[in-house]
């Protein structure tokens, strides 16, 4: 497979991608650093928003999402993986279910769940080994639940917060349905109606989703 090959959806050759990563293009800075720059930026210059969703093809492109404020965490990943394989750092897509346990009243309200899928994440390839990460909670949105933000070594997996500051159980994983090179949007859209089929198993046309 190849994890460092533009796509539809990895379009990074486009001027809005190659513009975002245009700090990073420097030999002097090493891959890791790269890495780590790169997730930190995507980390904290997307809010994350679960309540905004679209199936159409085009609103998975990481052109169109960089050029928003808000993403979801499948968004915000496939917004790190172009920008990753723009400097050369082979990434692909993970996928999986988790289960929120703090701040889900809304959630509950609109999901019927406190349990989210598919949850985006993805693996970056460094120093030999595949290291799973997850950009998708912003650091003030951690800070305002008391819950650490996630961050990245570059030599360590980062993708849990299992726990918040006060010690309650914050997430936690209960499914992973793997790796992919490109974003499987058929994929997506039949597990997320199986999930949620009050909101998305509409039988019409319908592809924007405000909760």
């Known amino acids: 497979m190849n994890y460092l090959s533009p796509s539809y959806y990895f379009d990074f050759e486009s001027d809005v991608i190659q513009k975002l990563i245009s700090a ?45 404020s808000t993403g979801n965490c499948v968004e915000k990943s496939i917004l790190l993986i172009a920008c990753l394989r723009a400097l050369g750092l082979p990434a692909r897509l993970h996928l999986g ?7 889900v009243e809304r959630l509950t309200e609109k999901y019927r ?20 990460l997850s950009p998708a909670f912003n650091k ?20 849990l917060q299992q726990f918040n500051s006060e010690g309650s159980l914050f997430m936690e994983y209960t499914a992973d349905y793997g790796h992919f090179e490109d974003v499987p949007l058929d994929f997506m859209k039949r597990n997320i109606k199986e999930h ?10 319908i592809i924007e989703f405000k909760l």
Request: charged share 30%; proline share 4%; aromatic share 14%.
């Open 196 to 205: 949620y089929p009050h909101i998305f198993d509409t039988g019409e046309d």
């Open 140 to 159: 003030s949105l951690c800070e305002k639940f008391k819950v650490a933000p996630l961050d990245f070594d570059g030599e360590n997996n980062s993708f």
């Open 113 to 132: 769940s406190n349990e989210l899928t598919p949850h985006g994440m993805l693996n970056v390839y460094l120093n030999h080994k595949w290291l799973k």
């Open 24 to 68: 990073f293009k420097d030999d002097r800075i090493s891959d890791k650093e790269k890495a780590i720059g790169m997730y930190l930026k995507v980390r904290d210059n997307w809010r994350y928003d679960p309540y905004t969703i679209s199936l159409a093809k085009e609103s998975f492109r990481a052109s169109f999402i960089a050029q928003k």
């Open 97 to 103: 279910k988790v289960k929120n346990h703090i701040a």
